[in-house]
Protein backbone atom coordinates (compact mmCIF):
# COMPACT_ATOMS: atom_id res chain seq x y z
CA UNK A 1 0.00 0.00 0.00
CA UNK A 2 1.63 3.53 -1.06
CA UNK A 3 1.48 6.70 1.19
CA UNK A 4 -1.47 8.02 -0.99
CA UNK A 5 -4.08 5.18 -0.26
CA UNK A 6 -3.43 5.22 3.19
CA UNK A 7 -6.62 6.49 5.13
CA UNK A 8 -6.16 9.95 5.90
CA UNK A 9 -3.15 10.58 4.11
CA UNK A 10 -4.77 13.73 1.85
CA UNK A 11 -6.50 15.04 4.60
CA UNK A 12 -3.10 15.51 6.53
CA UNK A 13 -0.97 16.54 3.06
CA UNK A 14 -3.77 19.53 3.38
CA UNK A 15 -4.05 20.76 7.00
CA UNK A 16 -0.03 20.79 6.19
CA UNK A 17 -0.36 22.87 3.32
CA UNK A 18 -2.64 24.77 4.91
CA UNK A 19 -0.70 25.24 8.15
CA UNK A 20 2.56 26.08 6.27
CA UNK A 21 0.76 28.36 4.00
CA UNK A 22 -0.71 30.08 7.13
CA UNK A 23 2.69 30.14 8.96
CA UNK A 24 3.99 31.97 5.94
CA UNK A 25 1.36 34.43 5.63
CA UNK A 26 2.16 35.32 9.72
CA UNK A 27 5.77 35.77 9.53
CA UNK A 28 5.15 38.63 6.29
CA UNK A 29 2.31 39.92 8.36
CA UNK A 30 4.68 40.47 11.49
CA UNK A 31 7.52 41.88 9.24
CA UNK A 32 5.46 44.25 7.33
CA UNK A 33 3.51 45.30 10.82
CA UNK A 34 7.33 45.95 12.20
CA UNK A 35 8.18 47.37 9.44
CA UNK A 36 5.12 50.45 9.95
CA UNK A 37 6.09 50.35 13.53
CA UNK A 38 9.28 50.92 12.71
CA UNK A 39 8.42 54.06 10.30
CA UNK A 40 6.09 55.17 12.49
CA UNK A 41 7.94 55.22 15.72
CA UNK A 42 11.29 55.58 14.76
CA UNK A 43 14.46 53.47 13.86
CA UNK A 44 16.57 50.59 14.86
CA UNK A 45 20.09 50.24 15.01
CA UNK A 46 21.08 46.34 15.78
CA UNK A 47 24.39 45.31 17.55
CA UNK A 48 25.40 42.35 16.57
CA UNK A 49 29.39 40.50 16.09
CA UNK A 50 31.03 43.93 17.59
CA UNK A 51 29.17 45.98 15.21
CA UNK A 52 26.32 48.55 14.56
CA UNK A 53 23.96 48.57 12.07
CA UNK A 54 23.15 50.57 9.90
CA UNK A 55 25.44 53.37 10.35
CA UNK A 56 25.39 56.17 9.61
CA UNK A 57 21.74 55.97 10.36
CA UNK A 58 19.51 59.01 8.74
CA UNK A 59 16.70 60.05 10.58
CA UNK A 60 14.25 63.08 10.61
CA UNK A 61 14.18 65.96 13.23
CA UNK A 62 12.00 64.18 16.26
CA UNK A 63 12.48 60.50 15.90
CA UNK A 64 13.37 57.85 18.33
CA UNK A 65 16.18 55.43 17.83
CA UNK A 66 16.65 52.21 19.37
CA UNK A 67 19.74 50.36 19.74
CA UNK A 68 18.91 46.45 20.03
CA UNK A 69 21.67 44.04 21.34
CA UNK A 70 21.94 40.96 19.70
CA UNK A 71 25.15 39.84 21.05
CA UNK A 72 25.61 37.69 24.04
CA UNK A 73 27.39 40.46 25.63
CA UNK A 74 26.65 43.46 27.18
CA UNK A 75 27.02 46.95 25.36
CA UNK A 76 26.72 50.77 25.98
CA UNK A 77 25.94 53.62 23.97
CA UNK A 78 28.30 56.60 24.58
CA UNK A 79 27.69 59.92 22.63
CA UNK A 80 29.90 62.61 23.95
CA UNK A 81 28.01 65.54 21.74
CA UNK A 82 24.63 64.84 23.28
CA UNK A 83 25.92 64.00 27.10
CA UNK A 84 24.30 60.55 26.18
CA UNK A 85 25.60 57.51 28.69
CA UNK A 86 23.07 54.73 28.46
CA UNK A 87 23.08 51.81 30.79
CA UNK A 88 24.55 47.98 29.83
CA UNK A 89 22.37 46.49 27.87
CA UNK A 90 22.41 42.62 28.05
CA UNK A 91 21.29 40.09 25.26
CA UNK A 92 18.18 41.58 23.51
CA UNK A 93 18.07 44.65 25.09
CA UNK A 94 16.90 47.70 24.29
CA UNK A 95 17.64 51.77 24.51
CA UNK A 96 16.26 54.60 22.74
CA UNK A 97 16.95 58.44 22.96
CA UNK A 98 15.10 61.24 20.72
CA UNK A 99 17.03 62.86 18.20
CA UNK A 100 15.14 66.76 18.22
CA UNK A 101 17.91 69.14 16.83
CA UNK A 102 19.71 68.37 12.92
CA UNK A 103 22.76 67.42 12.93
CA UNK A 104 25.49 64.53 13.45
CA UNK A 105 25.87 62.34 15.93
CA UNK A 106 28.62 59.86 16.51
CA UNK A 107 28.55 57.18 18.70
CA UNK A 108 29.87 54.29 20.45
CA UNK A 109 30.11 51.39 22.91
CA UNK A 110 31.36 52.32 26.40
CA UNK A 111 32.65 48.77 26.99
CA UNK A 112 33.95 48.26 23.53
CA UNK A 113 35.20 52.03 22.51
CA UNK A 114 35.91 50.39 19.01
CA UNK A 115 32.34 50.20 18.15
CA UNK A 116 31.53 53.63 16.13
CA UNK A 117 28.56 54.78 14.89
CA UNK A 118 26.67 57.85 13.31
CA UNK A 119 23.54 59.43 13.21
CA UNK A 120 22.47 62.03 10.74
CA UNK A 121 19.40 63.92 11.95
CA UNK A 122 17.48 66.63 9.07
Known sequence: MSELDQPGAPARRTLLHVLGGAGILAALSARHG?????????????????????TPLAVSKGST???VNHDDIPHSIVCPKLNLH?????????????????????????????????????
Open 86 to 122: SHAMDTDGTYANRFDRPGTYDYMCGLHPHMKGRIVVT
Open 34 to 54: AALAQGASGAQIVIDNFTFAP
Open 65 to 67: VTW
